[in-house]
């Protein structure tokens, strides 16, 4: 028991020194120190983090759904990363990238790793109109499609920033994987709408019945553009 208390404690004092010194953490990874020890507790903290954040806006529709989002979230999140992440490698190779298969792999987990900690940070403010609003559904949907905007922001800078020291060790090439890495930032956004399309429902439309995955139909801007519409007195 207490070796696991230790091991959690380590895992989240990864996190923590990446917080505070994000510049000292990236200069690890392009020295390759202690990489596998980097991924595991990376995936452990933020896997919890983005959990307790699903399980609130599961919260909204019922205690099903909260164990759901609890599962799905930090799923989709990693999913996203999986499915994009061999398009972003093979390409930086190809132009000239000597970094390694896990110092990539890290690099990308540490920006998932700050959006779970940002959306953790919010996590209260979403609890405060779940309670307070909750006949809004679509305000709250709203809410937390913007929650996820601005968390997203700041993973794929830190995610900008952290390639890009990868790459002042290579420089032949340097200004390809630069555009690669850019066109790349937009494929993981569509990946990851369309993604958490396929996965929802997160929240569940109150009244409806609990549903582990939807029928896939329709798509996320239209459902967006949707939401506002009811909002605005328009539906």
């Not at 596998?36 to 609130?56: E, M």
């Not at 582990?212 to 909002?231: K, M, P, T, W």
Request: proline share 3%; net charge positive.
């Amino acid at each position: 028991m207490l070796q696991k208390q230790v091991q959690g404690i380590q895992h989240f004092s990864v996190l923590l020194s990446l917080l505070r010194d994000r510049q000292a953490f990236l200069e690890e990874i392009r020295q390759q120190v202690r990489l596998h020890n980097k991924i595991s507790s990376l995936l452990v903290s933020s896997s919890i983090f983005f959990a307790i954040y699903g399980s609130i806006i599961g919260a909204s529709h019922s205690w099903a759904q909260a164990i759901s989002s609890a599962i799905k979230l930090p799923a989709f999140y990693l999913l996203t990363l999986i499915i994009c992440f061999p398009t972003l490698f093979f390409f930086n190779i190809l132009f000239g990238s000597r970094s390694s298969f896990l110092q990539h792999f890290v690099v990308l987990l540490t920006a998932i790793s700050v959006i779970s900690v940002l959306l953790f940070s919010f996590a209260p403010v979403a609890l405060f109109f779940l309670i307070t609003a909750p006949d809004s559904y679509q305000f709250f949907k709203l809410l937390n499609v913007l929650i996820f905007g601005i968390t997203g922001s700041f993973g794929v800078k830190f995610l900008y920033d952290g390639m890009q020291l990868l790459s002042q060790q290579d420089e032949v090439g340097k200004g390809t994987r630069t555009t690669i890495l850019r066109s790349w930032l937009f494929l993981y956004a569509f990946v990851g709408m369309q993604l958490g399309w396929f996965l929802r429902p997160f929240f569940g439309a109150p009244g409806s019945k609990f549903e582990l995955f939807r029928a896939v139909q329709g798509n996320f801007y239209l459902d967006i553009v949707a939401a506002i519409s009811e909002i605005l007195g328009y539906r």
